[in-house]
């Protein structure tokens, strides 16, 4: 079965960077694209990008565009949301899905405070 | 963007009832291979969405026949039939037929 497990979050300063980790299984990861999306406390889920099975392309929501970056390793079957600049805005339960089945992972919580 | 709307925002149910969801979207979902990537998420309390429909009307694996999707174009339905106590938590309709992919601000199912 897929598990997507989502890793990284953290109490973060605004301006600062952090990494999130999403390591997958139970399904072939090289050849599914993979989303990011998050949930700010009490509200709905926004979608954050997606990367191509292979990496190549990659799309962004407005909202993050030139602070977020998504990458993976389908040697590690792994994608990575890099996130900079950050700001309060962005504190969220941030999650990782399987392109086409829209799977999730459990989220990671992501704090944005100084 | 593609702008969803859903309503209502809350929907008391009593069990047993049936309870109907709008989802509207500002434009068409109709993509051009002719198909609407129209989808819709549970997200019962403390959990991760979890989707229900995909492509308007095509239930996932495992979920039960009771749940069914309508619509088309750019007015979107989901229907629980006789609700259970389950079935409690926030629903979401999500586009995939333009980027950026957009929710729906959610309707919460709650027991009368």
């Known amino acids: 079965q897929v598990q997507l497990v989502e890793s990284g979050g953290g109490v973060v300063q605004p301006g600062k960077s952090l990494r999130l980790s999403c390591g997958a299984s139970g399904f072939t990861f090289s050849t599914y694209g993979m989303h990011w999306v998050r949930q700010a406390p009490g509200k709905g889920p926004e979608w954050v990008g997606v990367i191509s099975y292979d990496g190549s392309k990659k799309i962004f929501a407005d909202s993050v565009k030139g602070r977020f970056n998504i990458s993976r390793d389908n040697s590690k079957n792994t994608v990575y949301l890099q996130m900079d600049s950050l700001r309060a805005e962005d504190t969220a339960v941030y999650y990782c899905a399987k392109d086409q089945t829209w799977n999730w992972g459990q989220g990671t919580l992501v704090i944005v405070s100084s | 963007d593609i702008v969803m709307t859903q309503s209502p925002l809350s929907l008391p149910v009593t069990l047993g009832q049936s309870a109907s969801i709008s989802c509207r979207s500002n434009q068409s979902l109709v993509y051009s291979d002719g198909s609407t990537y129209l989808n819709w998420f549970q997200q019962r309390p403390g959990q991760s969405p979890r989707r229900l429909i995909y492509?308007?009307?095509n239930r996932d694996s495992g979920v039960p026949d009771r749940f069914s999707g309508s619509g088309s174009g750019s007015d979107f339905t989901l229907k629980i039939s006789r609700v259970e106590a389950d079935d409690i938590g926030v629903y979401y309709c999500m586009q995939g037929s333009q980027w950026p992919l957009t929710f729906g601000g959610g309707t919460k199912v709650e027991i009368k």
């Open positions: 492509k308007v009307s």
